[in-house]
């Protein structure tokens, strides 16, 4: 449902913006941790940590993808608050085909990279060979991704964040499925893993695609009009290259955290790829929310409603906040259960070692909310520079700190490490986020 945040309440516009986005970001979330389950479980620790020690590379790829459809979703939103279904419609084509276009050319290089990059990362030899055959089977699918993304970021722009949620809920449930099938029936270990989840992706970007088309006029874009917008491209790419490099310089972070952990061994390898999916699933409401504070500033920066932005930004922090400390208490009670999701119960070491990691960890996920409260408000003014910087300030000083940490704590030195960079996020951008709101938020970015 297409959703104007112009006017109502805001607190209502960013709960019912984030709720369907939540669950839709969760149901993305289950394609890879239900890898990392039933791999773990049927093909045992090995192909685990070949999926662990894969996933930070894949991410990063895909999020050049994800940055250039959040870039192009800034202005969407900004066009549709602004009333200019012209200017929309210009913007998906442009996107649509620029987008293509990038998509493959990166899949080519990327399937050619695999190996070189997991051998520079210090990827064990008994995991290699796994790790680059997921990756492979991965990147060849690039193009459902970047397909359900942009119809995704499209009808997110206009407010519907419903739809995309539906999508992914039936390819989250045909991802498990053929999980199962693949790996613990057809013991194809990672490579089967790869492969339900290229399918079930595929699966979310033509329902997503056949929607918009038959029910979504404001977005449906025809043969004829699919064409690129040279203004609108460079807008375009200003604002992607910008979400693109963020979103990399975050999982490249993550491969730099990845690069200290590979060193303490198979077990401490597979403990990090279970955390980390548990600090996904943590993570991944706070940056649900934050799409919904971009959208809602977006829109109401193209209808020029300065008071409505500032009132934005404090109720959806005030909802960041509250949802951080709430998710910190179940992390902490729940955390030796969580671990034997991923691992059988003589895995005693891999428990222990996670345990301690998420009842660490579970302290510190205000912050993130907080931060990433403050990274939806400038995405929203279209200052990606801003959200840049701080997560490149971010992801420096964490993977400083693992380097220091990991080999004298361990896996827990990593959750110490988290916390460092947080701190120095927030070091980098409060006092940007107070001079912006000493002047206009409401000015072409």
């Known amino acids: 449902m297409v959703r104007n945040m112009t006017e109502g309440r805001i607190f209502r516009h960013l709960l019912s913006y984030a709720v369907p986005t939540i669950l839709g970001n969760l149901f993305q979330l289950t394609y890879n941790a239900m890898d990392s389950i039933i791999v773990g479980r049927f093909a045992g620790k090995n192909s685990l940590a070949a999926v662990g020690t894969a996933n930070p590379i894949m991410n990063i790829v895909l999020f050049f993808i994800i940055g250039l459809c959040m870039g192009a979703s800034v202005l969407m939103s900004e066009f549709y608050g602004a009333g200019d279904q012209r200017r929309l419609k210009r913007e998906v084509s442009t996107t649509l085909v620029a987008g293509i276009v990038f998509t493959i050319g990166l899949s080519i290089l990327f399937i050619f990279l695999a190996r070189p990059i997991l051998v520079l990362i210090n990827t064990p030899a008994e995991v290699i060979g796994e790790a680059q055959a997921y990756l492979r089977i991965i990147f060849a699918g690039l193009i459902f991704t970047f397909l359900y993304n942009v119809y995704a970021s499209a009808l997110r722009s206009v407010g519907d964040s419903v739809t995309p949620v539906r999508c992914l809920i039936v390819a989250a449930v045909l991802n498990g499925v053929l999980d199962y099938v693949m790996v613990a029936v057809f013991h194809t270990g990672a490579a089967g893993a790869a492969a339900a989840t290229v399918m079930a992706q595929a699966c979310s970007a033509v329902m997503c695609m056949i929607y918009v088309y038959r029910r979504v006029d404001l977005l449906r874009v025809s043969r004829k009009e699919m064409h690129v917008d040279r203004g609108l491209l460079s ?135 907080v931060t990433n409260g403050i990274q939806g408000f400038f995405r929203g003014l279209g200052r990606m520079e801003v959200t840049l910087g701080a997560t490149a300030t971010q992801m420096i000083f964490r993977v400083l700190f693992s380097w220091y940490l990991a080999p004298r704590y361990g896996i827990p030195g990593i959750a110490y490490a988290c916390l460092g960079g947080w701190l120095m996020m927030l070091v980098f951008e409060v006092p940007i986020l107070v001079k912006q709101l000493r002047g206009k938020c409401c000015g072409k970015a």
């Open 235 to 369: 807008r375009t790419i200003h604002y992607s290259w910008a979400s693109a490099m963020q979103q990399a310089v975050l999982y490249m972070g993550k491969v730099g955290v990845q690069m200290t952990v590979n060193p303490l061994g198979v077990d401490a390898m597979a403990t990090f790829n279970a955390v980390n999916r548990v600090d996904d699933f943590a993570y991944t409401p706070q940056q649900s929310i934050g799409q919904g504070i971009t959208v809602f500033i977006a829109q109401n920066r193209g209808a020029g409603n300065e008071t409505r932005v500032r009132k934005g930004l404090k109720e959806g922090l005030a909802l960041e906040v509250a949802y951080g400390i709430a998710i910190g208490a179940v992390i902490f009670l729940c955390a030796r259960f969580l671990m034997t999701l991923f691992v059988q119960e003589e895995e005693v070491q891999i428990i222990s070692m996670g345990s301690h990691y998420l009842t660490t960890i579970a302290f510190c996920y205000i912050l993130p909310a």
